[in-house]
Antibody, heavy 118, light 106 residues
Framework: QVQLVESGGGVVQPGGSLRLSCAAS????????LHWVRQAPGKGLEWVAF????????YYADSVKGRFTISRDNSKKMLYLQMNSLRAEDTAVYYC???????????WGQGTLVTVSS | SYELTQPLSVSVALGQTARITCGAN??????VHWYQQKPGQAPVLVIC???NRPSGIPERFSGSNSGNTATLTISRAQAGDDADYYC?????????FGGGTKLTVL
């Protein structure tokens, strides 16, 4: 079955960096777009970034543009999120999500918690 | 930027019909997707492209979208439907979520 497993979360100081990873299995990632979506404690869902099936199109939320970079390695079935210049407001559970471009998100990982705090 | 407006909370009696709205300018011209999230769990897709149920989602869940309002309808509400619900659209090359609605089944 389709599985998305995130890793790489943890505690980081403001201004620091962190790299999240997502391992995909049970499907061919070359056929799907992949997203990162986050959820701050007690808050709603916030879309972060999207990368299409072949990596040719990347889209970012304004709140992370210039600080976060989404990438993928289809040969390893991996999705990544490089997060730089982290702020307290980036504290959230980060979900790796599968979805076609301009369509719904049909499978979600269980998430990894990122805490930005001194 | 495009904004989706959902009621903070909706209550429904057990066995009755709940309707959760998602409002935005001309949302009827977009595809609206709905997600259910229970405490401590990842969201689950319940409606794709206005009214399409993924496999495994009960027929009690349905969706509609017209004008300035999209609606998620849950018929014969059960205790297990108690959850947060989010609507979502694509706007240009960004993704927008509604603020979420807490559904309470009484």
């Amino acid at each position: 079955q389709v599985q998305l497993v995130e890793s790489g979360g943890g505690v980081v100081q403001p201004g620091g960096s962190l790299r999240l990873s997502c391992a995909a299995s049970g499907f061919n990632p070359r056929s799907y777009g992949l997203h990162w979506v986050r959820q701050a404690p007690g808050k709603g869902l916030e879309w972060v970034a999207f990368l299409n099936y072949d990596g040719s199109n990347k889209y970012y939320a304004d709140s992370v543009k210039g600080r976060f970079t989404i990438s993928r390695d289809n040969s390893k079935k991996m999705l990544y999120l490089q997060m730089n210049s982290l702020r307290a407001e980036d504290t959230a559970v980060y979900y790796c999500v599968r979805g076609y471009t301009y369509s719904c998100f049909d499978h979600w990982g269980q998430g990894t918690l990122v805490t930005v705090s001194s | 930027s495009y904004e989706l407006t959902q009621p903070l909370s909706v209550s429904v009696a057990l066995g009755q019909t709940a309707r959760i709205t998602c409002g935005a300018n001309n949302i009827g011209n977009k595809n609206v997707h709905w997600y259910q999230q229970k405490p401590g769990q990842a969201p689950v897709l319940v409606i794709c492209r206005d009214s399409n149920r993924p496999s495994g989602i009960p027929e009690r869940f349905s969706g509609s979208n017209s004008g300035n309002t999209a609606t998620l309808t849950i018929s014969r509400a059960q205790a297990g439907d108690d959850a947060d619900y989010y609507c979502q659209v694509w706007d240009s090359n960004t993704v927008v979520f509604g603020g979420g609605t807490k559904l309470t089944v009484l």
